[in-house]
């Protein structure tokens, strides 16, 4: 087997989305070789690209990949991987996930799978968006939560540093901790804005360029990714609250300079 | 006289604050005549800078300006012009200002100055941040409010035109109803964003560090003048309570979200 061949893994997607999409087309370009099974149909788009789509899950579970790569929805997860015939697969191997949430996959991939299967959480910090120039220096965060085939683990890692990703390992705990006051908080306030309609105007200033720039790469993402971020991620409702009580407090300073000022006019 | 030396004003400006000093470097280099008064001594910067300040405000209005610029804070504006010794005038000038509220400036100018004088009431889209790499094609507002001196304020305008600006004619009124919308807004989410004081982490989305981008541009404005935004422009108050209620619009389909997931657990 040539080194190159060596490298190259078969891997079997549950769910193909949006994010599966742009995931397997720079995968296919590397040389590996991906199937996919999902909920709707995608074996349209699918054949155009060269890749095998399964509309039945057993066929899927039979093909002998190296990797199952589990990219559903967040809040779908648990109804996905308890539907999943996973006595149909041959031997134990390597489950690896994308979700925006780390803790509440590993506690259900441990579940569910049999003890002698690898379990590898993933986020890759960026998407279609904003990784479409290219993933360079753009974050991977990885929990190896139960590794025993190293080589299989490390050749699909290997898929992202060979994109020049910026490798983070982390605990999924940690990645909640952090996500939650950047990723969940960015949503948010793309959401919001978008809640308020605002729009480009004759005179925007570069910040509010910016918050504009915000809302429409936000609106991109599913609402079913958003809610994920906020239903699965045990630190997302203290951050939620963190903000409104941040909002009560600029708005507390602003009513308390209109009142001094309302002081200054009656005196002058 | 050279046209060069036609187009030369002698500029007086009131407030020499930070955008005082950023306004007065590029006017100097334009070959303008500057001279500048504020509440604190700034005679030692500006006599660096080739500049004349007075401590005083009386020979500061013996000066002979073609144009007085007034630069102070949006709080103190009221304050300010009220203890203007205006009859020491020789003869009635152009007054601008570059306020970041529009309507209450030109309420307050149209009140203390005398009729005969002219007044240019404007809003430069842009400061020593967002401004450092020059001013092409960054708006700048203006409402030629009373204007019998043509020659006069299309000089002063040329001074904007010159650097590259998008040059934006608009009502006082109509300014201050997009930028409660837009600035004061952005101000808004940049000073949210730090009062929960958000840090740059290992794993930052392109979302979250142009968050991050914004809450350091806005801190970098001072309180006063965030504050200015909300009390002296009558659309703020409304875009604060629109930006609550969008808000707790997004916390409650999250919350609807959290509930159909608990729904799920107990039917599985
Ligand atoms: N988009 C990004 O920027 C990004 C970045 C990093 C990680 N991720 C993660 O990647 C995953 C996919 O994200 P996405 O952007 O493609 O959109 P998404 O809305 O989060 O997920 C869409 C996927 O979930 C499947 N799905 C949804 N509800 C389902 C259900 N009830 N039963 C079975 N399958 C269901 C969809 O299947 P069908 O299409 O077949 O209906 C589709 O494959 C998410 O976990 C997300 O957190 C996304
Ligand atoms: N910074 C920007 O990006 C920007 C952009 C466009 C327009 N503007 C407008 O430009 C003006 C100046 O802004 P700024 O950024 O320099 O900061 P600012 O905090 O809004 O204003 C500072 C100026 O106000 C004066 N001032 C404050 N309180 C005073 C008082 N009680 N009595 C007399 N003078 C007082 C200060 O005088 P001393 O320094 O002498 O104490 C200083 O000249 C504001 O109206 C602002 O809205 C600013």
């Excluded at 139960?146 to 983070?168: A, N, P, Y």
């Excluded at 950047?182 to 480009?200: A, C, D, K, Y």
Aim: one cysteine or more.
């Amino acid at each position: 087997m040539s080194s190159s061949m060596s490298r190259t893994l078969k891997i079997g997607i549950i769910g193909y989305g949006p994010f599966a999409q742009f995931l397997a087309k720079i995968m296919m370009k590397q040389g590996h070789i991906i199937s996919a099974t999902s909920r709707s149909d995608y074996s349209h788009i699918c054949s155009q690209l060269g890749l095998t789509f399964f509309t039945e899950i057993e066929p899927f579970m039979d093909a002998d990949h190296d990797v199952i790569l589990i990219c559903t929805s967040i809040l779908s997860l648990s109804k996905v991987l308890k539907s999943l015939p996973i006595h149909r697969l041959k031997k134990p191997i390597l489950f690896a996930e994308v979700l925006s949430v780390k803790e509440h996959p590993k506690d259900l991939l441990l579940q569910v799978l049999p003890e002698d299967f690898d379990v590898l959480c993933t986020h890759p910090m960026f998407g279609p968006e904003s990784g479409k120039d290219g993933w360079k220096d753009l974050p991977f965060v990885y929990d190896k939560v139960r590794i025993r085939d190293e080589e299989i683990c490390s050749r699909f890692l290997q898929i992202f540093k060979d994109e020049g990703c910026r490798m983070v390992e982390m605990s999924c705990e940690e990645h909640d901790k952090l996500a939650a006051r950047s990723q969940f908080l960015t949503h948010t306030v793309g959401r919001v804005l978008s809640e308020m309609e605002i729009e480009s105007t004759s005179m925007d200033t570069k910040g509010f360029q910016k918050l504009l720039q915000l809302k429409e790469s936000t609106m991109k993402n599913s609402f079913d990714l958003y809610s994920g971020l906020f239903v699965h991620n045990r630190f997302a409702k203290q951050e939620l609250k963190n903000l409104e009580l941040a909002l009560q407090t600029v708005k507390q300073k602003l009513l308390e300079r209109m009142d001094d000022a309302l002081e200054d006019q009656k005196d002058s």
